[in-house]
């Protein structure tokens, strides 16, 4: 099925601990997007990519960083766990035109940072 | 600063209606998104206006007043099933580069 799909769905990790969250998408997508979601808070975003072999900071970049290995994946990396980076993390994708289609989400990477 | 404000809470009743607003305070406006999560679950659009007025698509409306900053998705004939989150989002540039700028999301909360 088309769509995004991330993976793990589930981790655990000791603070200092390193881990990449893996994010491809199948829609031919341009831009795609990594969000934080903490209870309350809504979504938050870590990185975007415009387009292949760029990325950019949004508005929670701190501790994190990204490749866009290709057009489909786009990965998210924590370099040393905290405990403040416990959350949900979507990755997401859009088409380039057509703003009444939306963004396409992943189904999440719930981490746990103890 | 940019913000949007959404209640974070509202009950209904199954069948009812329910109106969830939007307010928005943005450096750029191109339009007003919505999107539904379920617990658990990741975020599925459900609508968009660029241009004022109603927008229907079964039993969701959207809304949209740029004069007045403001928005509102409306469901109609309230199912269990429609117990959800819902975000608002404004879309803050043109198709060739813009972000999403999110609402803290409504809790609803549906009861027999």
């Known amino acids: 099925n088309a769509g995004v799909t991330q993976t793990p769905k589930f981790q655990v990790l000791k603070t200092g601990q390193s881990m990449t969250l893996q994010c491809a998408q199948d829609m031919n997508h341009n831009s795609m997007y990594w969000y934080r979601q903490d209870p309350g808070m809504g979504l938050r975003l870590i990185y975007y990519s415009a387009s292949e072999g760029t990325t950019d900071k949004g508005e929670v970049p701190n501790g994190y960083n990204v490749s866009r290995l290709n057009k489909r994946e786009f990965s998210l990396r924590l370099e040393s766990a905290a405990p403040s980076q416990t959350s949900v993390y979507f990755c997401a994708s859009r088409p380039e035109q057509g703003a009444g289609v939306g963004y396409t989400f992943g189904s999440g990477t719930r981490l746990t940072v103890v | 600063g940019q913000s949007l404000e959404q209640p974070s809470e509202v009950t209904a009743v199954e069948g009812a209606i329910v109106q969830i607003n939007c307010t928005y305070q943005?450096?750029?406006?191109?339009?007003l998104s919505w999107y539904q999560q379920h617990d658990g679950g990741a975020p599925t659009f459900l609508s968009y206006n660029a241009l004022d007025g109603l927008e229907e698509t079964g039993r969701f409306s959207s809304f949209l007043s740029r004069s007045d900053s403001y928005g509102y998705l409306l469901l109609q004939e309230l199912q269990m099933k429609d117990s959800a989150s819902y975000f608002c989002a404004v879309r803050d540039g043109p198709d060739s580069n813009y972000q999403l700028i999110w609402g803290a999301g409504t809790k609803l909360i549906i009861k027999p």
């Open positions: 943005t450096s750029g406006f191109y339009g």
